[in-house]
Each structure stands twice: as C-alpha cells, then as structure tokens.
Antibody, heavy 122, light 108 residues
C-alpha cells in the first residue's frame, strides 16, 4: 500500500525558514517523480514544485522560485521541501504527491499524503 | 504559464443526474497531459483521470474524461451521493504545472 506522510509544518514568522519532509513507503521510491502541492485555507490547489527520479531536475512555481528548494534522498525514501524567506501568502496545507511514472508524462499526483500545515504569521 | 479555467464554478444537481465539467487551457496542453482530481472537505485530493481520458486505479467507470488541445471535460454519467465534492483539473505537460480553480458539484 502506497503511503506518504508529511511532517515539519508549524508556525513561523515572516522571513523565517522551515523544512518539510515526506516519508514514502509501499512503492519503489526511486522510480517515480515527486511533487509538492499546497492549498491555502479555503482556497484551491496550487502546484509548488516537482523533482525527477534522481533529483537532477527540479521545477518550481514562479511564486516560490528562488525561495524554496525541493530535494530527495532515495536512500531514505524521503522527499524534502526547504522553504526560506517565508511570506504570509505561503500559509497553506502542503501535500506531497507521488508522480505517475518516472518521466515527463508522470508529473501528476496519483497518491497524496494527508498534508502538513504551514502557518506564516508574526 | 498555462492558465486553466474551469466552468461552471458551481454545479447544482441531483443524484442520478449527469454532470459535465469543463476545463479550458490558455494554450494547447502538451501530450494531452491533463488530470482530474476530486477533493472532499478535510481530505486530500484523489486522482480520477490522467492523460485526459485514462481512469486511475479503482475509479468507477461512471467517471470519464475527454478532450484535447485546449478543451477538456470530465463527465460523471450518474451522480452517486458520494460524488458531491470539488473537482480540479491540472495540466502537467509543461512547467509550471498548473491547476484550475475548481468546480464544486453540490446537491440540488
């Protein structure tokens, strides 16, 4: 059974940093691209970032480019999102989503974690 | 960036009725790499359709997707009580991957 479990969320002041983690199990982590998607309270889904199977390719939404860094540790079956220079508008539930394959055609989310809440506020 | 516009914003229907949701892209979606998700309150999204028309594992055949280029549809042939939710489309053929703003299907 595919399982994804995000952690690392919390309350942080504007300008601060957080690192989110997503522990994956139940599938061969190294053969799937991975995504981060967020949802502000009462709002729709916003794609944040994605990463290739090896980590040599990373992609970002314009809203987080230069502030967020996605990475993965295939030896630990874990996906990360380093978030720096946080803003009020980054407040959201952050979901980790498994990609559908190892290629460009796989950047949708076929399995999702329950999410971790990030609140940016002074 | 490809902008996805979903319509209508809200669809009020009764169980047993047919639902047709639209997703229009600001430019052609590469490879018809378009997905549909269902989200219920307090839950993570669930993948329904990928590649515009392929049903995800375990999705009932009353859900179907179609379209290509810039116009895509999600059809629910006969609404079941558990189908009422918010539905999102997403294009993943080009970066940044983008979502539509969602269509809420509510009980009439």
């Amino acid at each position: 059974e595919v399982q994804l479990l995000e952690s690392g969320g919390g309350l942080v002041q504007p300008g601060g940093s957080l690192r989110l983690s997503c522990a994956a199990s139940g599938f061969t982590f190294t053969t799937y691209v991975m995504n981060w998607v967020r949802q502000a309270p009462g709002k729709g889904l916003e794609w944040v970032s994605a990463i290739t199977t090896t980590g040599d390719g990373t992609y970002y939404a314009d809203s987080v480019k230069g502030r967020f860094t996605i990475s993965r540790d295939n030896s630990k079956n874990t996906l990360y999102l380093q978030m720096n220079s946080l803003r009020d508008e980054d407040t959201a539930l952050y979901y980790c989503a498994k990609g559908g394959s190892d290629s460009w055609s796989g950047y949708y989310g076929d399995y999702w974690g329950p999410g971790t809440l990030v609140t940016v506020s002074s | 960036e490809i902008v996805l516009t979903q319509s209508p914003g809200t669809l009020s229907l009764s169980p047993g009725e047919r639902a047709t949701l639209s997703c229009r892209a600001s430019q052609s979606v590469t490879g018809s790499y378009l997905a549909w998700y269902q989200q219920k309150p307090g839950q993570a999204p669930r993948l329904l359709i990928y590649g515009a028309s392929s049903r995800a594992t375990g999705i009932p055949d009353r859900f179907s997707g179609g379209g290509s280029g810039t116009d895509f549809t999600l059809t629910i042939s006969r609404l079941e009580p558990e189908d009422f939710a918010v539905f999102y489309c997403q294009q993943y053929g080009s970066s940044p991957r983008t979502f539509g703003q969602g269509t809420k299907v509510e009980i009439k």
